[in-house]
C-alpha cells in the first residue's frame, strides 16, 4: 500500500497488521520522506487508504509519529471503561427515579385536599377572563408542587412508629410499666413518672405542642409548670381558690386558668397578667393556635372567643343548653365542639350566631370528648357508659365500645391510640377509630384514685394523666410521632428559635371569619356566571317545593284566592301549617267541623212516610225548595 507522496513501500505482510507495527523493521525512507508527506491532520490520502477505512477493516499507523504511546492507550481504554461504568450507573439512578416517582405518586394522594386536579382544570378553563384563568392556573400549580413536596419529604422521615409485639398466648395489655421500665433504655424508662400530691387534688394538666413543658392545676389552688423531661421547675403558685382547668397558650410563656368566677392569664414567672371578665365562672378552656383565640364555657353555659393578642372578644354564643364542661377545639378546621347535658353535641364558629351542625350523641349528659388531628374521628363518651366514634364528615357514629364507669376523660394520639380514664383505670386501645377493637392495647390501674383528666404527649410514646393522688405518667409504645417539623413545633428549640417563631406565628395570625367546617373555601373561585347561579338557586326552590308538596307537608296546596277575606295573613298562615303540628287549638277546631257536618247530615236524612201525617203532600215541596 502507497503511502503518501513517497516512493517507498511497505509489505503488508512485513510486520504491519490488526492497525499496530509489529516487530518487524520499518525502512529509513518510510520513516523520512512518508512520515512528512502523509499523515499530518491536513495531509493527503490517497484513494486505497479511502478503500480500506470503508471496508471496516482498521489501517495500520502509517508514520512512527502516528502511533500512540502506551499512555495514550491506557487513557483511552481507561475512559472507555469509565463511560461503561457511567452508562451503567445512569440507567440504574433512572430505574431508581422511575420507583421513587412512583412511591411519590402513590404517597401524594394523601395530601391532595380541596377540589381533585381534573376539577381544577376544568375550572380553569370555564372562567371566562384569561387574567382570572392565570390565577386559577398558577394556584393548581402551587398546590401540585405542594403535594409532591410533602410526598418526597415524606421518604426522607427516617425515624418509624413501633408498638408492643407479643407472641403465642401473650397480650399487650398483661403487660404492666413496672415490665416494660425493666426491658426499656434509661431516658424512656425516666419517663415513668408518679408524683404524689395529695392535698390539693384531683389534678388537670396540659402540654405545650412540641411536648417539652407541663402545666398541672390542682382543684383546690394549686398551680405549677415544669420542663417535665429533665424535671425542672419553671414556676409554682397557690392562687387560694376554685381551679377547674388549666390551658397552655401559644407556647411556654403565657397559660390561662379557669377560676372560680373568672378566667386569668399568667406568664412563665406566675406572675397574673389579665383577668378576663367575659369569661364568667368557666369550667373548661380551649386555645385556638393559628388565631390567638381563647374559648371557653362555664356555668352559663356561654361560650365566648377572646382574641389574646388584642383584647377584644371575637364572639360571644348562647346554646341554651344550660350548663357545659365539655369543650374541645378541632385541630383541623379549628371548630369548637361543645357537650352538652342533654347528649347533644354542637359545633360552633366565632362569626355565626347559630351552631354549624348539631349531633345527638347519646341518651345522657356529655362527659368528655376528643377529636384526632386530622378532624375526621371525633369520640365521645357519656353517662350512659358508652364511648362513641363518629366520622365528622357525615355525622355519622361507626361504632362504640362499653366502659366498666362512664370515662371522665379521652384523648387521642398523633398516631390515632384512643385513650380513655375511667375510675381508677387507663385503657387505650389500638386502631379503634378505624375498625371495631374488641381488647385494649394497653391498661394501667390507679390504686385507690380516680382519673381526672389525661392527655398524650406531643412527638413522645408517653400520656399523662391527674387524678385525686396527684400526677402520673406511663410509656404507650407508638403513641407519640417520631418525625417533626421543626417549622410546627420543636421539642429541641432553644429561647431565639422560640422568640423567632413566636413573631411568625404572629405574622401569620388568621381572622376569626375563616373558621369553617370546610377550611379549603378560602380563595377558592366559583367559575359560574351570576345568571347561572340564579337560574340554580331558582330550580332547587323549585325542587324543594315540589318535594314538599309531594310529601304532603302542606294541609291545603291549592287554595285559589276566589272569595274575598279568604287571603289575609293569618289565613294564608293557618293554609300552610303543617301536618304533623297538632295543639289544643286545632283540635277544638276539628271538633267544631266534625260536630257540624253531622247536623248538617242529620238535616239531610230522609223522613218515612209515617213521621210525615196529614201534610205529607206538602212535605217533599217544602224541602225541595229549603235545598
Not at 410521632?481 to 432553644?494: G, K, R, S
Not at 428559635?497 to 373561585?525: C, S, W, Y
Not at 287571603?567 to 303543617?578: E, V
Request: include cysteine; proline fraction near 4%.
Amino acid at each position: 500500500m502507497a503511502i503518501g507522496g513517497g516512493n517507498d513501500t511497505i509489505d503488508k505482510n512485513s510486520g504491519i497488521g490488526g492497525g499496530a507495527f509489529a516487530k518487524g523493521s520499518v525502512s529509513h525512507a518510510e520513516a523520512g520522506d512518508g512520515g512528512r508527506q502523509g499523515l499530518g491532520k491536513h495531509g493527503n490520502v490517497s484513494d486505497s487508504e479511502e478503500d480500506d477505512e470503508y471496508s471496516g477493516v482498521p489501517s495500520a499507523p502509517k508514520t512512527l509519529r502516528d502511533r500512540p504511546a502506551k499512555s495514550d492507550r491506557a487513557i483511552k481504554t481507561s475512559r472507555d471503561k469509565r463511560n461503561i461504568k457511567k452508562e451503567d450507573k445512569g440507567a440504574e439512578k433512572e430505574k431508581e427515579l422511575d420507583e421513587i416517582d412512583k412511591r411519590v405518586l402513590k404517597s401524594s394522594k394523601k395530601y391532595q385536599r380541596g377540589l381533585k386536579m381534573g376539577k381544577d382544570k376544568e375550572a380553569a378553563i370555564n372562567v371566562r377572563s384569561k387574567k382570572e384563568e392565570s390565577k386559577v392556573a398558577h394556584d393548581r400549580r402551587r398546590r401540585e408542587e405542594a403535594i409532591m413536596d410533602a410526598a418526597r419529604n415524606e421518604m426522607l422521615l427516617a425515624e418509624s412508629a413501633g408498638y408492643i409485639e407479643t407472641e403465642g398466648l401473650e397480650r399487650t395489655f398483661n403487660i404492666s410499666q413496672k415490665q416494660l421500665a425493666e426491658n426499656l433504655d434509661v431516658s424512656s424508662a425516666n419517663k415513668i413518672i408518679d408524683l404524689k400530691l395529695n392535698d390539693f387534688g384531683p389534678y388537670t394538666l396540659d402540654y405545650t405542642p412540641n411536648g417539652r413543658h407541663m402545666l398541672i392545676g390542682g382543684r383546690k389552688g394549686h398551680l405549677a409548670t415544669m420542663d417535665w423531661r429533665s424535671g425542672k421547675l419553671a414556676c409554682e403558685i397557690h392562687v387560694r381558690e376554685l381551679v377547674r382547668d388549666v390551658s397552655w397558650l401559644h407556647n411556654e410563656s403565657l397559660f390561662a386558668v379557669a377560676q372560680k368566677k373568672h378566667a386569668y392569664i399568667y406568664d412563665h414567672t406566675g406572675a397574673e397578667v389579665h383577668c378576663l371578665s367575659k369569661h364568667m365562672e368557666p369550667t373548661k378552656l380551649g386555645f385556638l393556635p393559628y388565631h390567638f383565640l381563647l374559648a371557653s364555657t362555664g356555668m352559663t353555659g356561654a361560650l365566648v372567643y377572646q382574641d389574646v393578642t388584642e383584647g377584644k372578644v371575637a364572639g360571644e354564643h348562647h346554646p341554651g343548653y344550660g350548663q357545659c364542661s365539655v369543650l374541645k377545639v378541632n385541630p383541623y378546621n379549628a371548630v369548637v365542639h361543645l357537650g352538652h347535658g342533654n347528649g347533644t353535641v354542637t359545633l360552633w364558629s366565632p362569626k355565626q350566631t347559630q351552631p354549624l351542625a348539631r349531633i345527638l350523641c347519646h341518651k345522657g349528659p356529655v362527659q368528655a370528648m376528643a377529636i384526632d388531628r386530622s378532624g375526621t374521628y371525633m369520640a365521645t363518651s357519656g353517662l350512659d357508659g358508652r364511648l362513641k366514634i363518629w366520622d365528622i364528615r357525615n355525622f355519622k357514629p361507626l361504632h362504640e365500645y362499653a366502659t366498666t364507669r362512664p370515662a371522665q376523660s379521652i384523648d387521642i394520639s398523633q398516631r390515632g391510640l384512643l385513650a380513655a380514664g375511667h375510675g381508677p383505670n387507663v385503657t387505650v386501645w389500638k386502631d379503634a377509630l378505624t375498625t371495631q377493637v374488641y381488647q385494649p392495647y394497653m391498661r394501667h390501674l390507679v390504686p385507690s384514685a380516680t382519673v381526672s383528666d389525661l392527655h398524650f404527649v406531643p412527638y413522645d410514646d408517653v400520656l399523662g394523666f391527674g387524678h385525686s393522688k396527684g400526677i402520673s405518667s406511663i410509656v404507650i409504645p407508638g403513641a407519640g410521632e417520631p418525625n417533626f417539623d421543626a417549622y410546627v413545633a420543636n421539642p429541641y428549640q432553644t429561647k431565639k428559635q422560640r422568640q423567632e417563631h413566636e413573631v411568625k406565628m404572629l405574622l401569620d395570625k388568621l381572622a376569626p371569619e375563616t373558621i369553617q367546617l370546610d377550611p379549603n373555601f378560602i380563595g377558592r373561585l366559583d367559575p359560574r356566571t351570576q345568571a347561572q347561579r340564579l337560574r340554580e338557586q331558582v330550580e332547587d326552590k323549585h325542587t324543594e317545593y315540589a318535594e314538599n308538596k309531594a310529601d304532603g307537608r302542606y294541609l291545603d296546596n291549592e287554595v285559589k284566592n276566589k272569595t274575598k277575606g279568604r287571603n289575609s295573613t293569618a289565613k294564608r298562615y293557618a293554609r300552610k301549617r303543617q301536618t304533623n303540628i297538632t295543639d289544643l287549638k286545632k283540635l277544638r277546631e276539628l271538633e267544631n267541623m266534625e260536630r257540624e257536618l253531622q247536623q248538617q247530615e242529620a238535616k239531610r236524612r230522609k223522613i218515612p212516610e209515617e213521621e210525615k201525617g196529614a201534610l205529607g203532600k206538602f212535605f217533599k215541596e217544602k224541602r225541595l225548595l229549603e235545598r
